[in-house]
């Protein structure tokens, strides 16, 4: 049997007497693509910060093509590949987009072959324009694409997309599934959106979060036509 | 113009400036004054090391006259042991060194947070105070050295070129050594930042987290920036204590820490020629003030003579007017009034 990409076992979260994230045993393979969907407070951020290192479950363990990371500290597991895009685009406000992307190539590539890689990724985000300008003087969507692009330069073999679409507009979320295709074709990506015709767009397996706990795991017409799943997210959606 | 052709514009500037004052000011000053001209190249050295930890590398040190006080002792203290001053200068670096990265270990490694580090650091810098400050009796000696307490170490033998004991250097070649440290010590930071290593310290400054998940361990940065402000501070202390033949425990006290955060704030955090700039302009500004109250001045007089309180003065003006210090506020003008408005891109 081949070893999975990421892997968690039993994976929990307690923040004093409230149980964040309870029991999650998931597996995700090389190159595979997953969306998780879930009410908001399903643990589903709660879920990435402790795949990332952000946070140290209470209980079980994370484990990256085997080894354990449970206790490794953030910059080991992005050491090991795993890349994450915050929900609240995290991105160097005080420096230019070309040096955001610097800052991201530079751990792996030097001299001149950081900067060639730097114009590739400026190109592939449809940067470049704005290359000089200053990341915090940005829009959202733009800072946004800013993020993505410093995830990608660090040439992550899994990357976690915290609700990516968030804040863009029907262009751009277009170009975000074009892109999230394209990164798929290398990479494995995990994507936390609740725009179902975005996930329908990407055509995913999805995993279905509530109340900490993986409720159910199936691909996305069949999580659409859940009645369970209605009733715990899609229901209230459309209800609201 | 655009940003490249500015900074080697800014450099060229920098270094035409430095070479003048190396080579005019010995012409055209008496020994006096260029004896206190030294005093604030050597503290400028000094502003130059917070400049860095917390400027750029954004790490709130409130007690950086901590290493420029070991710097000081040390140099002094081996001085009067050995005689020979390449290895006692050597120490004055090696030791504030160490004890910033001991130091550092723990606060960095113990993820301490950013205020709890200026409450540490200031907390460092006065316990070595009273230590020393309590050190009067003739028991308290290191090898030859007495420690003497609040009385401090007079009579510190001057460098002498590298291993040629009978070269010693005098108070001309003084200005000319410190002088040139600063040059050296602005180039070389302006080197360091433009290094892989100094654009991820204020890649980490920004976002530390950001910079974590790309794979940086900021503590280990955070540890080295630490490590290397404390390295120039000793050295400036090193030449301090030359340049007085004497240090006292109140190079470790609370004036002295507070000062070199003035000069940092005033002159503009996240440049190097802000602080430069501060440091001296409000070592001369003290001094002039300090000139014009003779001893029982009243009135204006005692008050413009009262250096603490213009200074705090100064401190609360810049921190409500100009938060971001001069230089970065004067860079900020010229962009405003030179650079033609553009679009959203160019």
Same mark, same amino acid.
């Given at each position: 049997?081949?070893?999975?990409?990421?892997?968690?076992?039993?994976?929990?979260?307690?923040?004093?007497?409230?149980?964040?994230?309870?029991?999650?045993?998931?597996?995700?393979?090389?190159?595979?693509?997953?969306?998780?969907?879930?009410?908001?407070?399903?643990?589903?951020?709660?879920?990435?910060?402790?795949?990332?290192?952000?946070?140290?479950?209470?209980?079980?363990?994370?484990?990256?093509?085997?080894?354990?990371?449970?206790?490794?500290?953030?910059?080991?597991?992005?050491?090991?590949?795993?890349?994450?895009?915050?929900?609240?685009?995290?991105?160097?406000?005080?420096?230019?987009?070309?040096?955001?992307?610097?800052?991201?190539?530079?751990?792996?590539?030097?001299?001149?072959?950081?900067?060639?890689?730097?114009?590739?990724?400026?190109?592939?985000?449809?940067?470049?324009?704005?290359?000089?300008?200053?990341?915090?003087?940005?829009?959202?969507?733009?800072?946004?694409?800013?993020?993505?692009?410093?995830?990608?330069?660090?040439?992550?073999?899994?990357?976690?997309?915290?609700?990516?679409?968030?804040?863009?507009?029907?262009?751009?979320?277009?170009?975000?599934?074009?892109?999230?295709?394209?990164?798929?074709?290398?990479?494995?990506?995990?994507?936390?959106?609740?725009?179902?015709?975005?996930?329908?767009?990407?055509?995913?397996?999805?995993?279905?979060?509530?109340?900490?706990?993986?409720?159910?795991?199936?691909?996305?017409?069949?999580?659409?036509?859940?009645?369970?799943?209605?009733?715990?997210?899609?229901?209230?959606?459309?209800?609201? | 113009?655009?940003?490249?052709?500015?900074?080697?514009?800014?450099?060229?500037?920098?270094?035409?400036?430095?070479?003048?004052?190396?080579?005019?000011?010995?012409?055209?000053?008496?020994?006096?004054?260029?004896?206190?001209?030294?005093?604030?190249?050597?503290?400028?050295?000094?502003?130059?090391?917070?400049?860095?930890?917390?400027?750029?590398?954004?790490?709130?040190?409130?007690?950086?006259?901590?290493?420029?006080?070991?710097?000081?002792?040390?140099?002094?203290?081996?001085?009067?042991?050995?005689?020979?001053?390449?290895?006692?200068?050597?120490?004055?670096?090696?030791?504030?060194?160490?004890?910033?990265?001991?130091?550092?270990?723990?606060?960095?490694?113990?993820?301490?947070?950013?205020?709890?580090?200026?409450?540490?650091?200031?907390?460092?810098?006065?316990?070595?105070?009273?230590?020393?400050?309590?050190?009067?009796?003739?028991?308290?000696?290191?090898?030859?050295? /007495?420690?003497?307490?609040?009385?401090?170490?007079?009579?510190?033998?001057?460098?002498?070129?590298?291993?040629? /004991?009978?070269?010693?250097?005098?108070?001309?070649?003084?200005?000319?050594?410190?002088?040139?440290?600063?040059?050296?010590?602005?180039?070389?930071?302006?080197?360091?930042?433009?290094?892989?290593?100094?654009?991820?310290?204020?890649?980490?400054?920004?976002?530390?987290?950001?910079?974590?998940?790309?794979?940086?361990?900021?503590?280990?940065? /955070?540890?080295?920036?630490?490590?290397?402000?404390?390295?120039?501070?000793?050295?400036?202390?090193?030449?301090?204590?030359?340049?007085?033949?004497?240090?006292?425990?109140?190079?470790?006290?609370?004036?002295?820490?507070?000062?070199?955060?003035?000069?940092?704030?005033?002159?503009?955090?996240?440049?190097?020629?802000?602080?430069?700039?501060?440091?001296?302009?409000?070592?001369?500004?003290?001094?002039?003030?300090?000139?014009?109250?003779?001893?029982?001045?009243?009135?204006?007089?005692?008050?413009?003579?009262?250096?603490?309180?213009?200074?705090?003065?100064?401190?609360?003006?810049?921190?409500?007017?100009?938060? /971001?210090?001069?230089?970065?506020?004067?860079?900020?003008?010229?962009?405003?009034?030179?650079?033609?408005?553009?679009?959203?891109?160019?």
């Amino acid at each position: 049997m081949t070893v999975p990409l990421i892997e968690t076992r039993g994976l929990g979260m307690r923040f004093g007497g409230v149980q964040a994230v309870r029991d999650v045993n998931f597996t995700l393979g090389e190159r595979e693509l997953r969306c998780l969907i879930g009410p908001n407070g399903a643990g589903k951020s709660t879920f990435f910060k402790m795949l990332t290192g952000q946070l140290k479950p209470t209980s079980g363990v994370v484990l990256v093509r085997g080894v354990d990371v449970t206790d490794a500290e953030p910059h080991e597991i992005a050491r090991r590949g795993v890349g994450i895009k915050t929900q609240v685009p995290s991105v160097f406000d005080g420096l230019t987009v070309r040096e955001n992307l610097w800052l991201a190539t530079a751990r792996m590539h030097r001299g001149a072959q950081a900067q060639r890689a730097v114009e590739t990724m400026l190109e592939r985000v449809g940067l470049s324009a704005i290359a000089s300008r200053v990341v915090g003087q940005l829009a959202h969507g733009q800072r946004q694409w800013v993020e993505l692009g410093v995830v990608l330069s660090t040439n992550p073999d899994l990357v976690l997309l915290d609700e990516p679409a968030a804040g863009m507009t029907d262009q751009e979320v277009l170009r975000t599934v074009e892109l999230v295709r394209d990164i798929n074709k290398t990479k494995a990506l995990i994507v936390v959106e609740h725009d179902m015709q975005f996930i329908r767009m990407i055509a995913s397996k999805v995993t279905v979060f509530n109340q900490g706990a993986v409720l159910m795991e199936d691909d996305v017409e069949a999580i659409m036509h859940s009645p369970i799943v209605r009733d715990v997210y899609l229901g209230k959606k459309a209800a609201a | 113009m655009n940003a490249r052709a500015l900074n080697v514009l800014g450099l060229a500037l920098v270094a035409v400036v430095g070479i003048a004052v190396l080579f005019l000011t010995p012409r055209l000053f008496d020994l006096d004054v260029l004896l206190n001209i030294t005093v604030y190249m050597i503290m400028a050295v000094l502003a130059l090391s917070l400049a860095l930890i917390w400027g750029f590398g954004g790490i709130l040190c409130f007690g950086q006259s901590a290493f420029f006080g070991l710097g000081a002792y040390t140099y002094a203290i081996a001085m009067i042991n050995i005689g020979e001053s390449t290895a006692p200068l050597i120490l004055a670096i090696i030791i504030p060194a160490a004890f910033a990265a001991l130091l550092g270990y723990f606060m960095f490694y113990g993820r301490i947070s950013d205020v709890y580090l200026g409450v540490i650091t200031l907390t460092v810098t006065l316990i070595l105070f009273n230590s020393i400050n309590s050190t009067a009796g003739p028991e308290f000696h290191i090898g030859s050295a /007495k420690l003497g307490g609040f009385n401090g170490i007079p009579g510190i033998p001057s460098l002498n070129v590298p291993f040629f /004991k009978d070269w010693q250097i005098d108070l001309e070649g003084m200005f000319y050594l410190s002088t040139a440290s600063l040059i050296l010590t602005y180039f070389g930071l302006r080197a360091l930042l433009a290094s892989r290593f100094g654009r991820t310290i204020v890649g980490i400054r920004e976002n530390d987290r950001r910079a974590q998940l790309l794979g940086y361990d900021p503590r280990a940065y /955070k540890l080295a920036t630490f490590t290397i402000g404390a390295a120039l501070a000793g050295y400036a202390g090193c030449l301090f204590a030359n340049w007085g033949s004497f240090v006292s425990p109140t190079i470790f006290g609370l004036a002295q820490s507070a000062q070199i955060i003035i000069w940092v704030i005033v002159g503009g955090r996240g440049t190097l020629i802000g602080p430069i700039l501060g440091c001296v302009g409000i070592q001369w500004l003290t001094a002039a003030l300090g000139a014009n109250a003779p001893s029982g001045a009243a009135g204006w007089q005692a008050l413009l003579g009262n250096v603490p309180l213009i200074l705090g003065a100064i401190l609360i003006a810049f921190v409500l007017l100009v938060p /971001k210090g001069l230089v970065p506020t004067i860079g900020g003008l010229e962009s405003v009034l030179f650079r033609p408005r553009t679009g959203a891109s160019r």
